[in-house]
């Protein structure tokens, strides 16, 4: 079958825990044994943001990967920390927020056109325009998600938002003007309203998967 390496985390000596986004069944936790050996050809096609054929054994927990095969690495990506920074940004989005066993075509096509579109850029090495695809494939995530908010007026109360302080609640999968905020107590303040700046989506990936994204922070720190 067909995955995307999303996450990798050493289990022993020798072992890995392994996330992958598979086209037929989404995403799954595997394992794979004995790929941290010094000479593991399984390993070295198990590289995050690969896309590999593999096959899986049932295990005692999760199922084992056998004879795992690169089809693509996005090498150009790895090479440069910016590009890399951007698509290590969705692999964690996906890992954090995605459950389990739920097959989305819609999710595994952009995930194999993201990196097909970040390699590209990894070849003009222009900030400006990784920054431009960077915000416009978070807006195409939360579409896909169907968590795009109404930026119009507040979920709660229906008043036209004309503050430029708002906020998300991922509970209600809407916003809020600055006095429901006050009075609920719950959501996350959004810096920036403008739909294309990134700060919105930002804000509703980290309220769905309710802990930091940290590859932000990153991004924000190679990409100025």
């Given at each position: 079958?067909?995955?995307?390496?999303?996450?990798?985390?050493?289990?022993?000596?020798n072992d890995q825990i392994v996330t992958l986004y598979t086209k037929d069944f989404g995403k799954i936790t595997t394992v794979a044994r004995s790929s941290l050996k010094n000479n593991s050809i399984q390993g070295?096609?198990?590289?995050?943001?690969?896309?590999?054929?593999?096959?899986?054994?049932?295990g005692r927990g999760w199922p084992i990967i056998t004879g795992a095969q690169s089809i693509k690495t996005f090498s150009n990506i790895k090479n440069d920390i910016k590009t890399?920074?951007?698509?290590?940004?969705?692999?964690?989005?996906?890992?954090?927020?995605?459950?389990?066993?739920?097959?989305?075509?819609?999710?595994?096509?952009?995930?194999?056109?993201?990196?097909?579109?970040?390699?590209?850029?990894?070849?003009?090495d222009n900030d400006d325009l990784l920054k431009d695809l960077f915000k416009v494939k978070k807006i195409e995530l939360l579409n896909i998600l169907g968590y795009m908010p109404n930026l119009n007026n507040c979920s709660l109360c229906?008043?036209?938002l004309n503050s430029k302080t708002i906020a998300y609640n991922v509970d209600i999968n809407g916003v809020l003007c600055n006095n429901c905020f006050l009075s609920s107590g719950s959501g996350v303040i959004m810096r920036d309203t403008d739909i294309y700046s990134g700060g919105i989506a930002d804000s509703v990936f980290q309220s769905m998967s309710r802990s930091q994204i940290y590859s932000t922070k990153l991004i924000a720190s190679v990409l100025k």
């Open positions: 079958m067909e995955a995307l390496v999303i996450k990798k985390q050493a289990t022993n000596e070295m096609h198990l590289d995050v943001l690969n896309l590999i054929e593999c096959d899986l054994v049932e890399m920074s951007v698509a290590y940004y969705f692999t964690e989005i996906v890992d954090k927020i995605f459950f389990e066993n739920e097959k989305d075509q819609s999710l595994w096509d952009f995930l194999n056109k993201t990196f097909e579109d970040i390699y590209k850029f990894s070849n003009l229906s008043k036209s």
